[in-house]
């Protein structure tokens, strides 16, 4: 079993539609990260988060460490948004465990 | 600042064949990260530098793969000799230890034929 697990592994959606992105995790953890990779290949990343919430624009990520589960979503979604979405945990150390990734497609 | 500067984009190389990828990271940043990613096993660590030491290098598949730091601004990931199932996109990232942000660089497409 995978210690960092994504679902679902592939999404589509319509415009404008509001999309959830799940991540669990088996490992104790210092952080999370959301990591969003566009079609030609950049990785950028989009959230770390140790609890609580964060938004940036459309983006939320949550997380409830309790629960080893975080959820990033994306309100009002635009076709520009598909990409493969990737959540990774630190876990306690420098190095990253990543999913598996989702991929997103937004269709007009 | 240019990001994270990775070179070559793409590279093809036969079997057995050496290959050299390079990774200059975001000047500041004291720790550097090499990723590699395929369709089978997403993305992966390889191996991390903090401060241009290596601090765990459990990642590296086996004795072809080396890398090296030899300054605070240059990084080389080597495979000798290359071989087919090394085929994949290797990303360097790097970030202020401690900080919460990676910047990846746009990574370099290895087949290997």
């Known amino acids: 079993k995978n210690e960092v697990e994504q679902s679902p592994q592939n999404l589509t959606a319509q415009e404008e539609e509001f999309i959830t992105i799940n991540c669990s995790y088996s490992?104790?953890?210092?952080?999370l990260h959301w990591l969003q990779q566009h079609p030609g290949g950049g990785i950028v990343s989009l959230f770390m988060l140790s609890s609580g919430k964060k938004k940036h624009g459309r983006l939320i990520a949550t997380i409830n460490i309790q629960e080893k589960h975080s959820s990033l979503h994306i309100t009002a979604s635009h076709p520009r948004d598909s990409a493969v979405y990737i959540c990774a945990v630190e876990a306690n150390t420098d190095k990253l465990i990543f999913g598996t990734g989702t991929r997103l497609q937004v269709f007009p | 600042d240019a990001g994270v500067i990775q070179s070559p984009r793409h590279e093809v190389t036969e079997m057995g064949q050496e290959v050299t990828l390079r990774c200059k990271p975001i000047s500041g940043h004291n720790s550097l990260f090499w990723y590699r990613q395929t369709m089978m096993r997403g993305l992966e660590l390889l191996i991390y530098?903090?401060?241009?030491?290596?601090?765990?290098d459990s990642g590296m598949p086996e004795d072809r793969f080396s890398a090296k730091m030899p300054n605070a601004s240059f990084s080389t990931l080597k495979i000798q000799p290359s071989e087919p199932r090394d085929s994949a996109v290797y990303f360097c990232?790097?970030?202020?230890?401690?900080?919460?942000?990676?910047?990846f660089g746009q990574g370099t497409r290895l087949t290997v034929v």
């Open positions: 990232a790097s970030r202020l230890q401690g900080a919460p942000e990676a910047f």
């Open positions: 530098f903090n401060n241009n030491v290596p601090i765990d």
């Open positions: 490992v104790g953890i210092s952080a």
